[in-house]
């Protein structure tokens, strides 16, 4: 469906009513998206059966009624199909096994031996295109290659990625090369999840910001275009979101460097500046600071409109700056959309 108002503002439509969707919109703030991990046992066995993870990407679509659903999946799903170990600590995040050597580099999969272990993914997406209602868009993605990097190389989540960009400086050879096998193998996932269904594919590089200088050029735009580049040649009308998290001042051109058909921007940036300097461009998406979501009242309301209003110039589709946080009230969700679209 061409009149899908996401796919509008992607085109580059101002329309008087941005569309509106929430990063981790299906998530722990959500008691029945709680119900259904539990069922499911953990985390990744949550993401791996297709059923269930096509159930919580529906679950803030019956309850809110937003315009897109997001494929429910983790970044960390493709390491582990490239070989790593990959294993979830309570209360601590993600735990893999890291590559930080050229032996270790060498003993990951080749790019494109990546879909025997990601085909629940790809069913899941299947899934959601049958069962989503028509004017939902659905939205696959992946992590940027850097992003992705950081873990791969720390074992870990890092506060200042600093393993990653330890090995970056001591040996470029074996760091340029697991992000050159990034990029490929993100280029096949995510043509996959086209394949399946996937309407429009989101890039997160969540960790853009800690790269300054000529390496954010060469390790958060260059992957980014190549992989743009790629998905365009294949598929031409699908649309890419790139979001270069915490960037600054490099989300400044970033659409024309890297032929991102949006740029998603964070809280650290304010939509003024947003409006006048990225999305003169073309589609913004962003950018609500998420602790909204938990205070709520009033001053919910006020920022909600600030964003509209800042945004209303141009193409914009209406976000929050970061992922939803597992104490967030649901009825300030509720109470964000009906501001938006009832002013």
């Not at 796919?7 to 569309?19: D, F, K, M, N, Y």
């Not at 722990?28 to 539990?38: F, H, K, M, S």
């Not at 790629?230 to 890297?258: D, M, N, Q, S, W």
């Not at 205070?295 to 209003?309: K, S």
Request: charged share 20%; proline share 6%; aromatic share 8%.
């Amino acid at each position: 469906m061409t009149d899908k108002t996401i796919l509008r503002a992607l085109r580059g439509e101002t329309l008087p009513t941005p569309p509106v969707w929430m990063m981790r919109q299906a998530g722990r703030y959500l008691p029945e998206y709680r119900a259904t991990r539990a069922k499911a046992g953990d985390f990744l066995s949550l993401c791996y059966d297709s059923e269930l993870a096509a159930e919580v990407t529906l679950q803030p679509i019956r309850r809110y009624g937003f315009d897109a659903a997001i494929l429910f999946a983790d970044i960390l799903l493709l390491p582990q199909a490239l070989g790593v170990d990959l294993w979830f600590e309570t209360g601590e995040g993600p735990r893999m096994t890291t590559v930080t050597t050229p032996a270790e580099l060498a003993a990951l999969k080749a790019h494109d031996d990546v879909h025997d272990t990601l085909a629940p993914i790809y069913e899941t997406v299947r899934i959601l295109r049958r069962e989503l209602p028509a004017e939902t868009t659905l939205i696959g993605f992946a992590g940027a290659p850097w992003t992705v990097a950081t873990y791969m190389i720390a074992g870990r989540g890092t506060r200042d990625q600093g393993p990653a960009h330890a090995l970056k400086a001591a040996d470029r050879a074996t760091f340029a090369g697991l992000i050159d096998l990034l990029t490929e193998a993100t280029i096949a996932y995510l043509s996959q999840q086209i394949e399946a269904g996937a309407e429009v594919v989101k890039l997160f590089d969540s960790w853009a910001g800690s790269l300054k200088g000529q390496d954010f050029e060469d390790f958060a735009v260059a992957p980014a275009a190549r992989i743009i580049t790629a998905l365009k040649a294949r598929f031409p009308h699908v649309p890419v979101i790139a979001f270069p998290r915490e960037a600054g001042e490099g989300y400044i051109g970033f659409a024309k460097k890297t032929g991102a058909d949006c740029v998603a921007i964070d809280n650290s940036v304010t939509p003024e500046w947003a409006a006048a300097k990225v999305q003169i461009d073309g589609c913004v998406q962003g950018n609500l600071d998420p602790k909204h979501m938990v205070t709520g009242g009033p001053a919910l309301v006020e920022a909600t409109r600030h964003v509209v209003e800042a945004f209303r110039g141009g193409p914009h589709i209406f976000n929050l700056g970061h992922g939803i946080t597992p104490d967030a009230d649901p009825e300030n969700v509720a109470l964000m959309i009906e501001t938006i679209r009832n002013g």
